[in-house]
Structures are given as C-alpha cells and as structure tokens.
C-alpha cells in the first residue's frame, strides 16, 4: 500500500477503536435494516401477553443480536430500547433467566451513560428477579 493509505484526507488516522473507519453515509445505510427489524419486534411486541411466533426462544436470540449491533455501532439508546423489548418479552415468558440477564444488560448501559439513578432502578428489579428464581428452587 501506498505511503499515508491509513489516514483520511486531513491526515488523522482512523479511529482505532475497531479498525474500522465507517462514513456517516455508511453508517446510516448499516443502521436502517436494525432500525426496521427494531420498529418490526416493537409492534408484534406492543399488545399485551405472549406474542404469536414460531419460536419464543428464536425470538428472544433475535432481540439479543438486535440490542448487542447496536452496542457495536455505538447506538446505547438503541440497544437500551431493543434490552426492554426483551425484558419484555421474557417477563411475559417466565424466563426469569433471560428476564435477569436483560435487566444486567439495560443496568450496563445505563451506567456507562452515566445515569445511575436510573440503573438503580434495574438493579432493584434484578433483585427482585433473583430473589423470586431463587424461592422457585
């Protein structure tokens, strides 16, 4: 390669952060199809009780994928909204489990936002969450 080929125009180099330099024209194409298959599990997931799906467990798999890409492209409130689909969706389940690692997820998020009276929130619900899993044993 070309002396210089790892710098842009002005020459800064990338961001090391992933070795991964995306335009914002990039980004945004990347972002529409989650941005879609979010607005997709936000309807089916509105109405209350369990949504009708092939596969609960595929689904929920599909929510985790949804929240974990956004965390890669750097979109917290993003994957925050796709972690209380799944809270959700694992309430309405009895998965306790999922419902737990969920509330784990969102208290990251919001910690590392820098809102830590709200992940207090999710940190008493977990414990909640726990305690009732450990009184089913």
Do not use: H
Request: net charge negative.
């Amino acid at each position: 390669p070309e002396p210089g080929w790892d710098q842009d125009p002005e020459g800064e180099r990338p961001e090391a952060r992933d070795g991964i330099r995306c335009s914002l024209g990039s980004d945004s194409a990347l972002s529409k199809p989650l941005d879609e298959a979010f607005s997709l599990w936000k309807k089916l997931l509105e109405n209350p009780g369990i949504p009708e799906v092939r596969s609960p467990e595929q689904t929920m798999s599909s929510l985790q994928l949804l929240a974990a890409l956004y965390r890669l492209q750097d979109k917290p409130i993003q994957a925050l909204e796709s972690f209380l689909l799944l809270r959700s969706l694992c309430q309405r389940l009895g998965d306790n489990l999922g419902m737990a690692n969920s509330l784990c997820q969102l208290t990251r998020i919001l910690l590392q936002l820098e809102c830590p009276s709200q992940a207090q929130v999710f940190l008493e619900e977990l414990e909640l969450c726990l305690g009732e899993d450990e009184g089913s044993e």
